[in-house]
């Protein structure tokens, strides 16, 4: 069984950029979110997809949106990147919908915005 | 007031010791509490859960949930070296509510 996994693992952008990061859920799993760590901080609820539909969405502006396929892979989009995007973004899988069961979280995408 | 409260540490204990992690919330609503542990550049793992009140033990783990003082509690006992990392509590409401996350306290327990 395979875990979550996400790509890429670091990377650098430059302020007003665009940036992709995407994330393959654990097998069987149809639940994906997304969340925001930064350095010293708890994670931070970005929006959770379910079944390709959005399903619950955090304090973050429409600059940041999302996706999920029908195999249940998902993208964070973010764009016009700020120097506070810097941080640590989290995928999480999970078998159901909503936040009272188990996240399965990835690795994450560190992102550094200069 | 932050809606969940966690002392950041960092937290240095010798090897065999008894490690206490705590959190404070606000929102009365909170019915699913968690205890994630992050080791150094990996996601979150869960490492404990539970429902409503009450005591949950897991080996060398013990969650403790005080719902009438809004404080969560996880104990580690006979610390060891790998238990190094962060700790991270997490609690939900029932309903479509994200999961709020503590800062997360640093663990370093020493050899």
């Known amino acids: 069984e395979t875990g979550v996994t996400q790509s890429p693992t670091h990377l650098i952008k430059t302020r007003g950029q665009q940036v992709t990061l995407r994330c393959s859920s654990q097998?069987?799993?149809?639940?994906v979110s997304w969340y925001q760590q930064a350095l010293g901080q708890g994670p931070q609820f970005i929006f959770q997809?379910?079944?390709?539909?959005?399903?619950g969405r955090g304090n973050f502006p429409p600059r940041f949106s999302g996706l999920q396929f029908p195999n249940y892979s998902s993208e964070l989009n973010v764009n016009a990147l700020e120097l506070d995007d810097s941080a640590l973004y989290l995928c999480?899988?999970?078998?159901?919908?909503?936040?009272?069961?188990?996240?399965?979280f990835g690795e994450g995408s560190r992102l550094t915005v200069l | 007031q932050k809606e969940v409260e966690q002392d950041p540490g960092p937290l240095s204990v010798p090897e065999g010791a008894i490690v206490s992690l705590n959190c404070t919330y606000s929102?009365?609503?909170?019915?699913?509490f968690m205890w994630y542990r992050q080791y150094s550049r990996k996601g979150p793992e869960l490492l404990m859960y539970?429902?409503?009140?009450g005591n949950k033990e897991d080996g060398r783990f013990t969650a403790q949930v005080d719902k009438s003082s809004k404080y969560i509690s996880l104990f580690i006992r006979d610390s060891q070296p790998s238990d190094s990392a962060t700790y991270l509590c997490?609690?939900?409401?029932?309903?479509?509510?994200?999961?709020?996350f503590g800062k997360g306290t640093r663990l370093s327990v020493i050899a």
């Open positions: 999480a899988s999970s078998l159901e919908s909503g936040f009272t069961g188990e996240l399965f």
């Open positions: 097998s069987g799993h149809n639940t």
């Open positions: 997809y379910y079944r390709e539909e959005e399903n």
């Open positions: 929102n009365s609503a909170f019915q699913y």
């Open positions: 539970t429902y409503s009140s």
């Open positions: 997490a609690m939900s409401a029932p309903g479509n509510t994200p999961l709020v």
